[in-house]
């Protein structure tokens, strides 16, 4: 028997396998009950316009047309259509995402703006039209660019109403208060240690693995995270951002504040 090799690309192994299984059983039963095969033949009249298999009734008919196919590898798993390219599925899936009318062609990610899908089409192009006069850094979105003017402002427009804490993003000020609300929604897979921000779950995995990225550029020392990067360098630049309003000291590092240096600050905050 000659064997025939198929590569097969995103096609679920369970539809395959379930495809390839009919076609043997109607194949053994049309040797087996030949005169089954002629009964069958005289009531068939619908057929499939891509591999002309004949059917007694159209429902029949459009339920094996969703079965996917090699030529047809895509398979929608909420309507069972199926389609021969990538781009056509991603198209077609903005049919069940009707409050998201507008979808991107490349990844099928859909947006209920415009202007989003216009802005998210430069991840794909890497087209950066919005310019940082003062660093030179490039953005793709405008609302990025928005939160990184702040950093050369000072701006910090979004405050905490439980310790009155400042950000210059409002995603940043969200994430803050999962800490005065207790919330971790982020695990890690490895230990299972909860984090109230994504990126502390990132930075707390390089533990597991070991790596350190962020390198000084005075002492070449190493760290896993990039803000303890920013931190240890104001060892070398004897920079003190974070002042305290009670004593007048300076600090590196605005856990200092909090310390026990100063338990009535502590008493004020965490009473």
Same mark, same amino acid.
């Given at each position: 028997m000659k064997e025939v090799k198929i590569d097969y690309i995103n096609i679920k192994e369970e539809h395959v396998t379930l495809a390839i299984d009919q076609q043997k059983n109607e194949k053994v039963k049309e040797q087996?009950?030949?005169e089954d095969k002629k009964k069958r033949t005289r009531k068939l009249s619908h057929d499939c316009d891509v591999c002309k298999k004949s059917f007694s009734q159209k429902g029949r008919l459009n339920k094996h047309k969703c079965v996917p196919t090699i030529e047809k590898p895509f398979y929608c798993g909420i309507c069972g259509k199926s389609f021969s390219n990538q781009n056509d599925f991603n198209s077609h899936k903005c049919v069940h995402t009707r409050k998201k009318r507008f979808c991107c062609d490349i990844c099928g990610k859909s947006f209920s703006a415009s202007g989003?899908?216009?802005?998210?089409k430069r991840i794909h192009t890497g087209e950066t039209p919005y310019h940082c006069d003062v660093c030179g850094k490039s953005f793709s979105d405008r609302s990025a660019f928005?939160?990184?003017e702040r950093v050369h402002t000072g701006e910090k427009p979004y405050q905490c109403n439980i310790c009155c804490k400042s950000f210059s993003q409002k995603s940043a000020l969200t994430?803050?208060?999962?800490i005065h609300a207790g919330e971790k929604p982020y695990s890690c897979n490895i230990c299972g240690k909860s984090f109230p921000r994504n990126y502390a779950l990132t930075d707390h995995r390089r533990v597991h693995t070991g790596e350190k990225p962020y390198q000084c550029d005075i002492?070449?020392?190493?760290?896993s995270a990039s803000r303890t990067l920013t931190t240890h360098k104001r060892i070398h630049t004897g920079e003190t951002p974070y002042h305290c309003d009670i004593?007048?000291?300076? +600090? $590196?590092?605005?856990?200092?504040? +909090? $310390?026990?240096?100063?338990?009535?600050?502590r008493e004020t905050i965490f009473l």
């Open positions: 087996i009950f030949p989003k899908l216009t802005s998210h928005n939160c990184h994430s803050h208060k999962r002492c070449n020392k190493s760290f004593c007048g000291k300076s +600090f $590196s590092k605005w856990q200092l504040i +909090f $310390s026990q240096t100063f338990p009535y600050r």
